[in-house]
């Protein structure tokens, strides 16, 4: 799909909003952790009861942070430490940026379980977290990326004989390609077929395209940031999923 390489570096604002957001979140109220515990205890491999009604609360609760901060846009238009911090906050909270338009970044990262999963009944049981296409779970639980946005590039430190840096131990975003192991790993999510699952980075861009927030994009990184001819089956091939990752042999 056409300007693929335009579109990728528009993924480098989520390190903004991972190390700018402030959302305010209360914990909700639920059942003690030993009750949930034993109500997952033998699941058979099915998912617990609760998953649903879990995961429409936590979209719900994602869905009134982005739509309270959308709010906040007319007074974030001449402070530029509001603009990008503003910005970077609607793009993690904006659901749309998923193939099905169901899962935002912070599905898997909310503020009140230190950007971690707020899924209780998954935490329990898969640890992994269902994407955009709820039949695909990812390959691990999601990370907090509390401090993340501060690690310097993965290197070697002599001093302490050892590698510092990077977000992750597998070096998948040492930071090394773009100098920033935050706006690395942010470009992973959109397009991994197990989280939110677009076909293309390109889509990335189509959607903010498309967004209330698109002034306040233009505003941050120029005029011209969405000075792209589309396809004319551009909303087909974005609502899309990508192909499944390929088993692996045991």
């Not at 390190?15 to 957001?21: D, I, M, P």
């Not at 049981?125 to 501060?150: D, I, L």
Request: charged letters at 20%.
């Amino acid at each position: 799909m056409g300007n693929r390489n335009r579109a990728v570096p528009l993924l480098g604002i989520f390190t903004f909003g991972a190390l700018l957001v402030s959302a305010a979140s209360k914990p909700q109220a639920g059942t003690s952790r030993s009750s949930e515990v034993r109500s997952t205890s033998n699941l058979g491999g099915q998912v617990p009861a609760s998953f649903d009604q879990e995961v429409a609360r936590v979209v719900a609760e994602i869905d009134r942070i982005e739509a309270d901060t959308l709010s906040e846009m007319k007074d974030t238009s001449l402070d530029r430490q509001g603009q990008v911090s503003t910005l970077g906050k609607l793009l993690l909270f904006d659901k749309h940026l998923s193939v099905n338009q169901n899962e935002a970044c912070s599905f898997c990262h909310t503020p009140e379980t230190g950007f971690t999963g707020p899924v209780q009944s998954l935490n329990l049981t898969t640890v992994s977290y269902p994407g955009s296409v709820r039949a695909r779970f990812s390959n691990r639980k999601p990370q907090s990326y509390m401090y993340a946005p501060f690690a310097p590039v993965l290197h070697y430190n002599a001093l302490q004989g050892d590698f510092v840096g990077g977000n992750f131990w597998d070096m998948r975003a040492s930071g090394y390609r773009l100098q920033n192991p935050s706006a690395e790993q942010a470009q992973g999510p959109p397009t991994n077929p197990v989280e939110m699952g677009l076909p293309d980075s390109a889509c990335v861009a189509y959607r903010i395209s498309q967004a209330p927030y698109r002034k306040l994009f233009e505003t941050v990184w120029g005029a011209d940031s969405f000075n792209i001819q589309w396809p004319s089956d551009v909303e087909k091939f974005c609502t899309s999923p990508g192909p499944p990752p390929a088993k692996t042999k045991k």
